[in-house]
């Protein structure tokens, strides 16, 4: 359990981080997410024991480690294991001697060692890899490599500062699998820190969003789904389709978390009280689950135009509203 609070890093005048207070249980992903810049590596280094904040705590495990030092300190940093960028990793030392460097610098013996290494190969699915030297390894393997040696002190707790950024889709995905796997396993609680909202979708229990080092957003996944007013909610949604469209009219990007809104909210838009005599018509619509809520989406196009209080409407029934630009829309011009 990581518990971060009211966590402020400075360096020099220049606040990087700004009163960040943010927990992630035992068996949970919380997603960092924000632009580059933001703090979120910062942030990283402040909860893996790297960086000191310049005020507020970071308790791992119910332990405030701001407070410790030397051996406590030590100690504590055994309890969250980190994944890195590129897992950095011995070019000497085959997959197996890698994994083992936490462990020998603890002086456990050879035959513990040993059986622990192959413990964690069976977990990351590398077993036979074990004799294989890095420069043999495919950009996964090797982050797998570094998940195993993350976890080879036992900690429970993980962080993870854009791991799967620079893997191809279908590595990040059977690398998040793993970590999904780790956590229900083990019921560690994860940080991930990432810039791809296909991570917060695929994984993530809770989210928060930064941006010039405070929390412009955070919650459940499920809670951030289900707020119509979330702006964290649009990025999560399925990406939009692209839909052609003759230009007429306005277009509306309409998504729902299915639990909030009536079965029908798609078939009876039409007999909308707001809508006042425009026409609707359904340009695209899907549905897919996230984190367990099904969530879905519709491309509507209104003409003439949307009458005033009509979003507003939508709204109140649950619904997320976004118009979109016609630019993006279709490739015809507008009439009007
Ligand atoms: N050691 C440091 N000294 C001064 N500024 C730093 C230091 N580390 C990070 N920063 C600044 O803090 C800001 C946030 O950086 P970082 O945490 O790496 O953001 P992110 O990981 O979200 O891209 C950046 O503007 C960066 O230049
Ligand atoms: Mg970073």
């Known amino acids: 359990m990581i518990e971060i609070e009211n966590l402020t890093k400075r360096f020099g005048d220049r606040t990087v981080l700004d009163d960040i207070s943010l927990s992630v249980g035992s ?13 979120k590596s910062t942030l990283s280094r402040c909860v893996s024991f790297l960086e000191r904040p310049t005020s507020g705590t970071v308790r791992v495990d119910g332990k405030d480690f701001t407070r410790l030092d030397g051996d ?5 940093r055994r309890g969250v294991g980190v994944i890195f960028q590129t897992a950095p990793l011995l070019r000497r030392r085959t997959v197996a001697q ?3 460097l936490p462990l020998q610098y603890l002086n456990a013996t050879e035959d513990s060692v040993d059986k622990r290494v192959t413990e964690l190969l069976e977990r990351v699915g590398l077993s036979d890899r074990r004799e294989f030297y890095p420069a043999q390894l495919s950009g996964g393997q090797k982050q797998r490599v570094g998940i195993a040696r993350a976890l080879a002190l036992g900690p429970s707790n993980l962080l993870s500062d854009e791991a799967t950024s620079g893997l ?7 690398i998040l699998g793993l970590l999904g796997h780790l956590r229900d396993e083990f019921g560690l ?27 412009i957003e955070s919650g459940s996944v499920q809670d951030i789904i289900l707020d119509p007013r979330s702006a964290l909610a649009h990025e999560l949604l399925p990406d939009r389709p692209g839909v ?5 009219g306005e277009v509306w990007e309409i998504s729902h978390a299915s639990r909030n809104v009536p079965l029908d909210w798609l078939t009876t838009i039409g007999s909308t009280p ?10 695209s619509a899907s549905v897919e689950a996230i984190r367990g809520v099904a969530v879905g989406r519709a491309v509507l196009a209104i003409s003439p135009s949307a009458p005033a209080g009509f979003a507003e409407h939508l709204t109140a029934r649950g619904l997320h509203v976004r118009p979109v630009e016609k630019a993006t829309a279709g490739s015809t011009e507008a009439a009007a």
């Open 27 to 39: 068996g949970e992903i919380l997603a960092v997410v924000g632009p580059s810049g933001a703090g």
């Open 72 to 76: 406590e300190l030590l100690a504590a």
């Open 98 to 100: 890698n994994i083992a």
């Open 168 to 174: 191809d889709p279908a590595t990040t995905r059977s």
């Open 189 to 215: 609680s994860i940080i991930l820190i990432t810039h791809e909202m296909e991570v917060v979708r695929e994984i993530a229990d809770s989210v928060a969003r930064i941006e010039d080092g405070r929390i």
């Open 244 to 248: 052609p469209h003759d230009g007429q």
């Open 274 to 283: 707001g809508l006042d005599g425009a026409q609707v018509s359904v340009l």
